[in-house]
């Protein structure tokens, strides 16, 4: 057994037969090999390629946004020989795909979310992997060959655009870039930011959602989703935005101006006033996705927390790391955290084959909250036991904890979630009060049944001394 691929005192245990017990009865054949390959991928191809990925990107802000590392075509290469191609589309929904269920893909996206380069070499990288399901779903069949089908063929790369800098995106409402019918075209005014992946050269086509229809009485109805070809006249990339002081380069984070960028009507989604449907459509399977590489990473930190406890060369007050009750404590609170996460991943995504994004929001919103709070826990810790050089460059651990701190951002943040989930729950609340009554009266017709006087078991009525003089 190679060294790369050693990940238990055994030696070597499969990813295929570490699937949680729970969702075994989901898994076909099928995909437990291809589990078993991506996993053999990730950790022999991949990681080992990020250092030269980074190395290969170069340095300066012009450099690294105009670089394309060769080691990532030579990594899509062997993926493709492998079949590890466009695993994310489900097979319940899609047709493009690579015939998988979410559930079986949450398995695998796991261990991509150990890599920087192995959702890309695998064509499964966000933000593609949205903009290929909202082409998929919603293009017409014009859309799907001019855009849908390099995508997919891993040619071209592409952006989503709907965050602004001036508003607040957390209401979708508030979106304001100005979409202008003229004649046989959409005049469109504003600006975006948080653009991920418009760094890129690669990156040829924006999934932009604007507002249409200001004066529509139905505020879900005023946006719409069109796509603009990147060399479009009238757009500028204004600057790229640093997260934690990271560039996220060549992929990047972009602050993109239009001024007068005038659009074909046939690059319209489904038509004006649809916005909000698609975005819907497109933010679901993709905060899953996040969720289910975020398991990944969170196993990643941990796996980097054991080795550091494991580590010979220190030993603080003459033990090692792991002689330390404290340490041994937050590993166990690691795996108890990560195990749940998983399975709440693992459940999200059965409840969406068997539905669809819509019939699982609830469950979809637990997760986008609960994982990435396991995660950033987990690499706290793990950066904890590498004391300084937790938080410099010498491990991945610092670049994880900025990644994984934006996932309480993107696709909405946690706030909008939770006020969801606990509006929804809340809605329970008179029916639990109207069932505990119902039961509080049986249980007293239950009493004059029996021939039962209702008291407290515990009731004394001790009184001191005697009576008061007063």
Known sequence: M???MVNSEKGYIPASERIPVIARPFVSERAKKTLDLVEKFVEEECIPADTVYHQQIGVGVKERFTSHPQIIEDLKAKAKKLGLWNLFLPKAHFSEGAGFSNLEYGLMAEYLGKSRTAPEATNCAAPDTGNMEVLAKYGTAEQKKKWLEPLLDGKIRSAFLM???DIASSDATNISLSMRQEGNEWVLNGSKWWSSGAGDIRCQIYIVMGKSDPNNPKPYKQQSVILVP???PGITIKRML??????D???GHGHIVFNNVRVPVSNMVMGPGRGFEIIQGRLGPGRI????????AAE?????MLARMSDERKKPFGKLLSEHGVMLDRVARSRIDIDAARLAVLNAAIKIDETNAKGALKEIAEVKVQVPETLLKTIDWAMQAYGAAGVCQDTPLANMYSIGRTMRIVDG???VHLLQLGRNENKKGKAHKSRIEAQAAKSDELLKQYGLEKKDVLQLNRVSGGKSKL
């Open 2 to 4: 190679s060294a790369l």
């Open 163 to 165: 965050t602004e800098p």
């Open 230 to 232: 990147a060399d479009t």
């Open 242 to 247: 640093s997260v934690m002081g990271f560039d």
């Open 249 to 251: 380069a060549p992929h």
């Open 289 to 296: 996705h996040h969720a289910m590489r975020s398991v990944g």
């Open 300 to 304: 990643k930190a941990l796996e980097w």
């Open 413 to 415: 943040p946690d706030e």
